[in-house]
């Protein structure tokens, strides 16, 4: 009985056994700049900046609002100390401490990263709740927040010397602390193999082998009583080293390496409490004694009670997240309920990280079919797993990855009965995918074997082909389904790296470009999409078709700026579309502008994805179906979007405009699908109707490709701000346009103040901004490109080898990118980035004619004729070859012609083959052998019938056999050309294992063959090189790998061409770190391997380089980087090819101006960075023709020659023709000046002498070529361009574009008043017919802003009106001043007095006013002798106005009317830009940007007292304003990007703002600077007092802006 007892405990006690895994470093909470973190600074004694809590928590009893994370591994709720204060001492500290691991760490030259953030992700939040139920299951606990500390690869601070070198041991653990409003627990996680150092050295220890060991716990500081400071409680989880390596060998929480502690409360709490579940680290038995032993945790366990009374709450049935039932769920899981059979205190297992409603409260635990609770957890259970799920939405993706089953490995638990649960791990090689049960029926068990698998789970069978059997559920998988990156990386862009996982692969974007890894586009770049537009809107009652119409789309990814813009769109579908902005919008989302803590859609879905949305408008009920399929990247990088519309949507009234106010939308994140729901408002202004509001509502779903298998680190909701959002339709050219700015945040994130995030920053339109401290920020050229930032230029990646292109292919260079194209005759290879041989033999490509045969050649092919042909006349068709011309026969022998083949016969009394007759008598000669035959056809013998011979002998490098005086193959072989020898058999087959290198002994042949053993990996891949090419010539440059005498890989490997040599393992792979190159000595193969640290970017970079073609070649050209022995970019890079030089900063990005060529020495890269000036636009222009190839030779471009100052050189000369001509400043060749080759060279100090034949230019000539010029080259067909006959005169009648809008000018191009119409039939402008008598439509006129104080700004073709509210520019009442079409409004100032504002426009040469009233129209007050007049300003004292002509540089003078003309000044000045004047003291000022001597001048407005007032340290003064509260003269600069202020006398110079753009035009207001800027096409306003940019205005159609100036109520 006593002995049954003993069993009976004995089988007990192995039931409660379990082992389990330490947690592994993929399986801690997801960290890292996706997941949202913030990285702190690198250093040995940094902290973070406050994470301010949205609630308080509570440490100990007391509460806390913020907390901070510090590099020596602890977070605590107040500012900390300087480190020697307390890194050294043990607990207790001075200071509030949550330690996972306090000690000296050091993150100094990027060795690691601590990452960190504060989140409200349920899904984290679920995790974390169900820990704190594990460990404390009798507690109630339902986090909101928690903080997420994570220190990555970090190093013990040393002493770095010449001897030691940096640490290679590295430490990574985490700590997570979640609250509610009650309680506090902290979660420390140490991954295995996660902690290499244990302690580190005090910085003072003064040579001392000393080492203090890190210490793990809590400290809740001093504690204040009232006149006195004492120590508060503490908990230490270590003690000394050995406690230390067990945190990742134990843990508290059933799985070793997780600790979880209760850590404060509200209303009263002692001391810290750890969790009381144990868990150690497991080492599977042998097979056969499973359960033999275990290893268990070195302190009590604690029971708890077996069952818990409380009913369950049946309105919230325990809800999955289905991120946690994903198809890669490692384990069946047997669909009764886990609870059945179970015994008291035994745990049923789950794997790390499974998924419970958001609570503690033992109420949610799951019930079995009989209403029973289950029973509690034991000591030894890391939890339970619901076994059912009601169907449901899918929840929000989660970030944590479901760790891998060889990861998470789970010991079998014995059960008494068979209905006992079971829990069958995955193989590794089985792909799962899950079939909910329909009816709710549970699915039968699944076979398994008890036995324990060899990493300790069940065995589980795997059939060879897919079942799937979708009546019981049970599915079995097939081994060949499972995708690896070696069979399926050619899915993945070539700007990404493919990664393996447990049951598939994933592609990510390298660093530098951004998307979901199947497709990438380079960080920071502007984007374009192309598409079709296609279905039938029913607008009204009228259907309307769409037949693939274009649609374009242009993102500014920089500020999330995207314009959208649809062709051919018919009225009256034009209008009615304009409110269905949510076609644009998804380029919108895809590309928006990223706050932290947020990602755009694209690098969610990359470029493969289809949008479904619903839009409902209201009250009308009308419903518009958008489908948008998205089909990859074109060969251009631009994405691909077709979009399908159909449906209803409500008429609008043609010339209706329509207005939308900015919105925010929330976007729901799931596996593979993204969903939103909203409202939006929107305004239809018509002439008939008014203004009317409507509502409509938006579903969406965007449907892509998830990647299931990896890390899922993305958001679960985030929200899309749009804060402007223009709409129009434009009825001349039937384009449908949309201009949205849009933001993509954390739901309820606040804007932040940042220009980054604002949109005010500077940066180039191909650069991102980096956002640092308050309004600190950089500016970093994209991806692809190059520059400081605020000016970028394209890399051309194929001139600089830069290219991953391989053999046999062409780079094609594209904006911040490049692709790579196959060569003729090549096509990808499976990878999809290798070029391959197309064998056009097999392909049917190279088809070759009757009697012959293809033959493949690489990249190519050529057809043979068939033995006994020859080409014919035309050298492609093959004719029958007589080969008895040749006489092939014996002279006693007839020789006979067949088609294809002849035939000899011995002639009467003779006998023989034809080829030796003898007489009949004598004796015939023996017949050749087959060694014989194989000889003289290789070296042109002729066969018995018909071979031709080879021409001109055998091919040298050829094989030829050698054969004994019997004929037959001699026993040795040996190869002319290679040195190889061999030996053959009587057939004269070679005998394998026999051939030797050249230089060696040669095989004995005649020893008999020993039975050979198979050929190992080293011979395989040795045999399978190949030597020689299809022709027999021997093939250098390849790597034959070296085998020993057992044919394993020599531990030495040599390149036989290029000499370099290394170490390599027993597969043959190479060691890392042992690889050198010729003369530098060979490598020590006999050293063990140092354990490697992790690669640092520049090694990255250097091993991605394609330096050979897949068959072993070099490629030549490519550019490799070179790192330093710390693995660090050296400062100075050279191209091995190119031989240019240039200098690179830390993260290996070329320092601008100091590239050098060959020839040319070396940079010095110890001198510190220059400011280099902009580029001229003779630089521009070379720098971009300047297409070097690799021998350093100029393609047959014209490369234009600059000089010092980047100034085009007078004499231009083209070194591939040999013409030389004189050129202009501007470049433009001098006519008459060229000169061909052999001439003399042209003297371009001589003025330019028009030839008699050629007139010059007639006004309507240089009006119509300076529009071309503004609208890029290329007028669109409802642009205007004046007309001129012939002799360049203008014609009579003048249109708009090719409209009927036309009306008629005089002989100088004015208009003739009355002469406008819109008819189709064109005003009579002869001038012997009088205009016609009814009025035509009106010229433009004035929209006057509204009451107030107002900024008008010229851009191109109209004057706008930006009202402002106090100092506020206030967009939303911004309006069209004037519409000027065919003006380039350019100097614009306003008359206080009479309410008018001037301007100067520079495409009719005139100077125009008009009166700020409804209906006024614009008066000409000058129209003659003005070639480019610019900057314009007016002295209302004197009524008088000042303007500047930059082609002639002058400066002149006139009343207010027009009359008074004079010319003030003429000489001394390059080119004058903007001026302005002080009415009050009668100063004129003017700039000059000479770029030689640039300047700023001052006179008396009768033109007296000229004088310099600035000429140093001024590059570009474009913009000039004068202060009037400190009566000092301002201007901002586009060359030096300052804006600075000076006194009239040339004192007081001060800067206001050191980080501008390109200003244009600057106006000063209220302590306010207003400027116009060239490269945010926007309205700058910038405080005078603060320095700091307050507000930005961007019209919605984007276009330089050029004067600015203020409109005030009255005169100031």
């Not at 389904?481 to 447990?502: G, H, I, L, P, V």
């Not at 004088?1507 to 901002?1532: M, S, Y």
Request: hydrophobic content about 25%; proline content about 8%.
């Amino acid at each position: 009985m006593a002995m049954g007892k003993i069993m009976i405990f004995l089988i007990q006690l192995l039931w409660t056994v379990h082992l389990v895994t330490a947690i592994q470093r993929k399986d801690i909470f997801p960290y890292g700049t996706l997941s949202g973190d913030l990285t702190l600074q690198e250093g040995d004694d940094e902290t973070s900046k406050v994470l301010a809590l949205k609630r308080p928590l509570y440490f100990y009893e007391s509460q806390f609002n913020e907390l901070y994370v510090a590099t020596n591994g602890i977070i605590s709720a107040q500012d900390l100390p300087m480190e020697k204060q307390y890194v050294d001492d043990g607990f207790p500290t001075d200071f509030p401490v949550i330690a996972p691991f306090l000690a000296d760490i050091d993150t100094s030259k990027g060795t690691g990263a601590i990452y960190y953030r504060v989140t409200e992700s349920p899904t984290l939040l679920n995790r974390v709740a169900q820990e704190v139920h594990r460990g404390f299951p009798g507690g109630h606990f339902t986090p909101t927040h928690a903080v997420i500390a994570t220190w990555e690869n970090v190093a013990a601070y040393e002493e770095v010397t010449r001897a030691t070198g940096p640490s290679d041991r590295l430490n990574t653990f985490q700590a997570v602390v979640a609250y509610d409003e009650n309680d506090s627990y902290a979660l420390f996680l140490y991954p295995e193999d996660g902690l290499h150092f244990f302690g580190t050295r005090p910085k003072e220890s003064y040579n001392v082998e000393i080492e203090l060991p890190a210490r793990v716990g809590f400290s809740r500081g001093e504690v204040s009583f009232i006149f006195s400071r004492m120590e508060g409680p503490y908990y230490s989880v270590t003690s000394n080293e050995q406690s230390l390596k067990n945190l990742y060998q134990v843990g508290n929480t059933g799985v070793p390496g997780v600790w979880l502690f209760h850590i404060g409360n509200r209303y009263s709490f002692e001391n810290v409490v750890p969790a009381a579940v144990g868990g150690a680290l497991a080492t599977p038995p042998p097979r056969g004694q499973e359960g033999d032993d275990s290893t268990t945790a070195g302190y009590s366990e604690v029971e708890y009670p077996e069952t818990f009374e409380e009913e369950p709450n049946e309105d919230y049935p325990p809800i999955a997240d289905p991120d946690f039932l994903s198809p890669t769920i490692p384990e069946f899981l047997q669909p009764s309920h886990l609870d059945h059979g179970a015994l008291p205190g035994q745990a049923r297992l789950q794997p790390y990280g499974g998924d419970l409603p958001l609570t503690s409260d033992p109420q949610y635990r799951e019930h079995d079919n009989h209403g029973k609770p289950p029973p509690a957890s034991g000591p030894s259970g890391p939890g339970e797993y619901p076994a059912n799920y009601p169907a449901r939405e899918p929840e929000p993706r989660n970030q944590p990855h479901q760790p891998p089953l060889e990861d998470v490995k789970q010991q079998q638990q014995l059960q008494p009965q068979a209905q006992a649960p079971q829990v069958v791990p995955r193989p590794e090689h089985t792909v799962l995918e899950v079939f909910p049960n329909n009816r709710g029926e549970s699915s039968p068990h699944m076979e398994s074997d008890p036995k324990l698998a060899p990493h300790g789970g069940h065995f589980v069978s795997v059939v060879e082909e897919e079942d799937v059997d979708f009546d019981t559920g049970v599915i079995q998988y097939s081994t060949e389904t499972k995708e690896m990156c070696a069979r399926f990386q050619q899915q993945c862009s070539q700007n990404a790296d493919c990664t393996d996982y447990s049951s598939g692969f994933c592609c990510h974007c390298r660093s530098g470009f951004y998307g979901n890894g199947r497709h990438c586009l380079p960080d920071g770049a502007p984007h374009r999409v192309n598409g079709k537009v296609s279905g039938t809107v029913i607008v009204g009652s009228t259907p309307v078709d769409l037949n693939s119409v274009d649609l374009h789309a242009y993102i500014v990814v920089s500020d999330g700026r995207a314009y959208t813009a649809i062709s051919e769109v018919p009225e009256p579908v034009g209008w009615a579309l304009m409110p269905v902005a949510p076609i644009g919008e998804l380029f919108g989302w895809l590309f928006a502008l990223e706050l932290p803590n947020s990602q755009a859609g694209f690098k969610i879905t990359g470029a493969e994805f289809t949008r479904h949305a619903e839009v409902t408008f209201y009250p009308s009920n009308q419903r518009l179906s958008i489908v948008q399929t998205a089909q990859g990247l074109d060969s251009e990088n631009h994405l691909s979007v077709d979009t399908r519309l159909h449906g209803d949507v409500p008429f609008i009234a043609p010339g209706a405009t329509v207005q939308m106010e900015p919105y925010k939308e929330t976007y729901q994140y799931y596996p593979s699908v993204v969903r939103s729901t909203s409202v939006r408002e929107f305004t239809v202004v018509s002439a008939e109707r008014g203004s009317e509001t409507f509502t409509f509502q938006l579903h969406q779903n965007i449907t892509y490709h998830d990647c299931r298998y990896g890390l899922r680190a993305g958001p679960e909701t985030l929200q899309l701000t749009t804060e402007r959002v223009f709409v129009m339709y434009v009825k001349d050219e039937n384009i449908l346009r949309y201009a949205i700015t849009n933001k993509i945040s954390p739901v309820g994130e606040t804007v932040q103040v940042n220009p980054c995030y604002s949109g005010t920053h500077d940066c180039d339109t191909t650069a991102q901004c980096l956002p640092g401290e308050g309004q600190q920020y950089q500016c970093q050229c994209a991806t692809g490109y190059r520059g400081d930032g605020r000016n970028c230029y394209d890399v051309d990646e194929c001139v600089e080898g830069l290219s991953l292109c391989g053999a046999h292919a062409q780079c094609v260079n594209l904006p911040g990118s490049h692709r790579c194209q196959c060569q003729s005759g090549y096509k990808f290879g499976f990878d999809g980035r290798t070029c391959i041989d197309v064998d056009e033999c097999v392909e049917g490509i190279g088809l070759c004619g009757a009697n012959a045969h293809c033959v493949n050649l690489p990249g190519s092919h050529r057809c043979q004729c068939q033995s006994g042909y020859e080409f014919g006349i035309d050298g492609r068709s093959c004719i029958d070859l007589d080969e008895c011309r040749s006489q092939p026969c014996h002279p006693q022998a007839t020789c006979s012609n067949t088609l294809g083949s002849f035939q000899c016969q011995c002639q009467y009394d003779f006998q023989g083959d034809g080829f030796q007759c003898v007489p009949s008598n004598g004796h015939p000669e023996r017949p050749k052998t087959q060694c014989e035959q194989h000889r003289d056809s290789l070296q042109g013998g002729l066969s018995p019938r018909g071979p031709r011979p080879v021409s001109g002998g055998f091919a040298p490098g050829a094989f030829v056999p050698q054969c004994d005086e019997q004929g037959q193959y001699r026993a040795l072989q040996c190869h002319g050309s290679t040195g190889h020898c061999w030996c053959v058999d009587s057939r004269g087959q070679e005998r394998a294992g026999t051939r030797t290198l050249p230089r060696t002994p040669p095989t004995n042949c005649d020893r008999p063959d020993h039975t050979e053993k198979p050929k190992t990996q080293c011979e395989h891949h040795r045999d399978s090189v190949q030597t020689t090419s299809p022709e027999g010539y021997s093939i250098v440059e390849v790597f034959l790998p070296q085998c020993d005498e057992q044919g394993q890989y020599r531990a030495l490997q040599c390149h036989g061409s290029t000499g370099h040599c290394w170490c390599v393992d027993n597969r043959g792979q190479e060691r890392a770190g042992t690889r050198k190159p010729p003369g530098t000595g060979q490598p020590n193969c006999d050293e063990p391997d140092r354990p490697e640290r992790p690669k640092t970017h520049c090694e990255q970079h250097q091993d991605s380089v394609q330096t050979t073609s897949p068959e072993g070649y070099p490629i030549p050209g490519v550019f490799v980087p070179e790192c330093d022995e710390q693995g660090q970019y050296r400062a100075l890079q050279c191209h091995g090819s190119t031989g240019h030089c240039w200098c690179v900063d830390s993260r290996g990005q070329e320092r601008a101006g100091t590239r050098k060529g060959p020839g040319t020495g070396q940079p010095n890269c110890d001198e510190p960075d220059h400011p280099e000036r902009p580029k001229t636009h003779c630089e521009h222009q070379r720098d971009s023709l300047q297409t070097t190839s690799a021998e350093g030779n100029v393609d047959g471009a014209f490369v234009p020659q600059c000089d010092e100052q980047g100034q085009y050189r007078a004499l231009q000369c083209h070194g591939a023709t040999g013409h030389c001509w004189c050129v202009d400043s501007r470049g433009q060749e001098r006519a008459g000046t060229r000169k061909p080759p052999g001439t003399s060279q042209p003297n371009c100090d001589e003025p330019a002498v028009v030839p008699p034949t050629q007139r010059p230019e007639t006004v309507c000539e240089r009006w119509r070529a300076s529009l071309v010029d503004h609208y890029g080259g290329l007028p669109g067909p409802h642009h205007y361009l004046p007309q001129c006959d012939p002799q360049g005169q203008f014609n009579p009648i003048q249109c708009y574009g090719d409209s009927s809008y036309c009306w008629c000018v005089d002989r100088d191009g004015r208009e003739v008043a009355g002469t406008r119409s819109h008819d189709v039939v064109k005003p009579a402008c002869v001038p012997t017919v009088a205009p016609p008598t009814m009025h035509p439509l009106p010229r433009p006129d004035v929209t006057p802003p509204p009451s107030g104080t107002s900024l008008l700004y010229a851009q191109g073709q109209q004057i706008g009106a930006l009202p402002l509210n106090g100092t506020l520019m206030d967009s939303e009442r911004s309006s069209t001043l004037l519409a000027l079409h065919g003006s380039i409004v350019v100097g614009i100032d306003y008359d206080c007095r009479e309410k008018k504002v001037y301007w100067t426009d520079l495409a009719g040469r005139t100077i125009n006013r008009a009166r700020l009233e409804p209906g006024a129209e614009p008066e000409t007050l000058i129209n003659t002798g003005l070639t480019s007049p610019e900057g314009l300003a007016v002295d209302v004292v004197r009524r008088a106005m000042f303007w500047v002509d930059s082609t002639p540089d002058k400066i002149e003078r006139a009343n207010l009317d027009g009359s008074g003309r004079q010319t003030l000044f003429d000489t001394d000045m390059v080119n004058p830009r903007a001026i302005i004047v002080d009415s009050s003291t009668g100063t004129l000022y003017w700039t000059d940007w000479n770029r030689e001597a640039p300047k700023i001048e001052r006179s008396s407005v009768d033109g007296h007292s000229r004088k310099v007032l600035v000429k140093d340290g001024i590059g570009l003064p474009n913009a000039l304003t004068f202060d009037t509260a400190t009566r000092q003269v301002c201007w901002a600069d586009a060359g030096t990007k300052r804006l600075e202020c000076i006194a009239s006398d040339g004192t007081g110079r001060r800067v206001i703002h050191s980080n501008l753009n390109y200003p244009f035009s600057m106006v000063f207001y209220a302590n306010h600077f207003y400027f116009t800027d060239w490269r945010r096409d926007g309205v700058i306003a910038l405080s005078r007092d603060s320095s700091q940019f307050t507000d930005e205005y961007l019209p919605d159609q984007r276009s330089h802006l050029y004067g600015v100036t203020i409109a005030t109520t009255h005169c100031l």
